[in-house]
């Protein structure tokens, strides 16, 4: 389940109970795997990371290292681009099973 909306991994803490929010909700409803923002990302750079994010998947990777490769191309990216700042690929969290698909 990919969600790419500002804030969408963010939840309330519960005594007793752990992190409340969407992706515990994702995951209670049946979703093996989740991509959620922590932070409002840029819409050009979140488009960016989608794009390769999806391609990457199309090409057969499994989703957690699909996110870990699109974080490492944005790091790589020359600074004069901005992109290589962790605020544009850091706020991305995939939680679930490696390969969902399994």
């Known amino acids: 389940m990919v969600l790419s909306a500002c804030d969408s991994g963010q939840g309330s803490e519960r005594s007793g109970e752990g992190l409340f929010g969407l992706r515990r909700a994702l995951t209670v409803a049946g979703a093996r795997g989740t991509l959620l923002s922590l932070w409002k ?3 050009y750079a979140t488009e960016a990371f989608m794009t390769r994010f999806y391609a990457l998947l199309g090409q057969g990777l499994p989703p957690a290292e699909a ?19 962790p605020f544009y690929w850091a706020g991305w969290l995939y939680s679930g099973l490696p390969d969902p698909a399994r």
């Open 67 to 85: 996110v870990r490769r699109v974080q490492a191309d944005f790091r790589a990216r020359p600074p004069i681009d901005g992109r290589s700042d």
């Open 41 to 43: 990302v840029p819409e």
